[in-house]
């Protein structure tokens, strides 16, 4: 297979750049939330409340992203997303009440959202450059990124740095990376179709296909019929729960893992902290190797051991609590989702029949009803029964993966690199 061109490696370099950033700013937040629940003296069904007003500015906005995609461009768009989103969690910082807390991560989460539809629809397109699966190292970047993140955050808690100041600090370092990572960006607008540029009809058409000997069989988009109205209503639902899977595991890590650690554990604050970071570093390491796998196993199998991994690691984790045990059931969490959001994104944007980033959008959009739902279901069992029990929402997410996970594709022919079918750009 011939290398991708200089540029095309280029914009590959600045969407990793993007999704660095992206995991980054949410990250330096997300270890600070115990100090800033027990300054504003939250309980946890406010505290889980408060919380979910991040994903509830990501549904809200969210659904307009492939539109401002087609009308700005998905790089451009995904900078200023990610500028917006630094200002909000700066502005999370200073909130004297939660009301005022939850107006900052509802813009945050506004802003979050649709950057990530901007940002994966803009690696889709260098991937479809490529001619293989890159899109789980993107995500593989955003989690060094969610990693180094709660890392400045852990060093700041232990250094006696404000919030304020180290919020601050690290939002204005991220939008400054992002300026400059738009530079090298794939230049022009998107494709009209995801399919422009690379025999991509195929791929989608792999979704539905009940066994990997089809999906090998390497035939061209005319040879295999679109799926019908109701069909691609079907295989989307299914990718929205399986997304939705992979960011209830996210949330969890997220929202509860520090608060788990040290306040029903005993953990000290700093860690406390290590159950975030080894959910997201257990992610790093399942994406790095995520596009290899999938390129010889195909997304099915590779989302079916992810989901087994999820169940099993964190339900030994619950069922025997320790802070040993817990910090490895959430890198063992971490692990199993690595691919399940790369891999609904991907087969979603693939579909055929919709225009260019129509499915990516709603898949993007509705998982995260995932993170809008958990926060304060996970706070209202907590008050209840206890965290522990709360966190049961984690092994349950693996065995829907597991349970869904046949509309992924298979194994995939290696494919050709084209160039893109658009009068604009490249």
């Known amino acids: ?63 307009g992203a492939g539109a401002l995609i087609r009308r700005v461009g998905s790089a451009p768009l995904a900078v200023a997303g990610t500028i917006l989103t630094a200002i909000g969690l700066c502005a999370a910082s200073w909130a004297p009440v939660a009301g005022l807390l939850a ?52 060093l700041a808690i232990a250094l006696d740095v404000p919030l304020r100041v180290h919020l601050s600090v690290s939002g204005a370092l991220f939008a400054v990376i992002s300026l400059v990572a738009l530079r090298f960006a794939l230049p022009g607008r998107d494709p009209e179709n995801s399919t422009d540029g690379a025999d991509d009809g195929a791929q989608a058409a792999n979704a539905a296909e ?3 000997a089809a999906s090998t069989s390497g035939a061209p988009p005319s040879a295999v019929p679109h799926p019908t109205r109701g069909r691609t209503v079907l295989l989307l639902g299914a990718l929205i729960v399986i997304a939705i899977g992979g960011t209830l595991v996210e949330d969890a890590g997220n929202s509860w893992a ?73 890198a063992l969490a971490g692990l199993g989702s690595a691919t399940l959001v790369p891999a609904a994104m991907q087969e979603a944007d693939d579909l055929p029949g919709l225009r260019h980033g129509t499915g990516l959008t709603v898949v993007s959009w509705l998982m995260r009803l995932g993170f809008l739902a958990s926060p304060p279901l996970v706070g209202l069992v907590a008050d209840a029964a206890g965290l522990r029990y709360g966190l049961l929402v984690v092994p349950i997410a693996g065995v829907l993966v597991i349970a869904l996970s046949g509309v992924l594709g298979g194994r995939r022919a290696p494919q ?9 750009g490249l």
């Open 258 to 330: 520090t608060l788990y650690l040290a306040r029903d554990l005993g953990a000290p604050a700093a860690i406390a902290a290590t159950g975030y970071i080894a959910l997201v570093g257990a992610q790093f390491v399942g994406r790095l190797a995520g596009d290899s796998l999938v390129d010889r196993f195909g997304q099915r199998t590779v989302a079916r051991a992810g989901g087994l991994t999820i169940a099993v690691g964190m339900a030994i984790a619950l069922a025997f609590p320790s802070v040993p045990g817990t910090i490895i059931g959430f």
């Open 103 to 154: 107006l900052a991560l509802l813009v945050a989460g506004a802003s979050d959202a649709i950057t990530d539809v901007a940002q994966n629809a803009h690696g889709l397109r260098v991937q479809r450059r490529y001619g293989r699966s890159i899109i789980n190292s993107f995500h593989a970047v955003w989690s060094i990124g969610a990693v180094l993140g709660g890392s400045m955050a852990a």
């Open 1 to 63: 297979m011939p290398l991708p061109l200089p540029e095309v490696r280029r914009a590959r370099g600045a969407v990793a750049a993007m999704f660095l950033t992206n995991g980054a700013l949410l990250a330096n937040l997300l270890p600070r939330y115990p100090e800033i629940k027990g300054e504003l003296g939250l309980a946890n069904s406010t505290y889980g409340l408060v919380l979910a007003a991040f994903p509830a500015g990501a549904i809200l906005a969210g659904l």
């Open 210 to 212: 009940p066994d990997d």
């Open 416 to 424: 050709v690199i084209e160039p893109e079918n658009t009068s604009v």
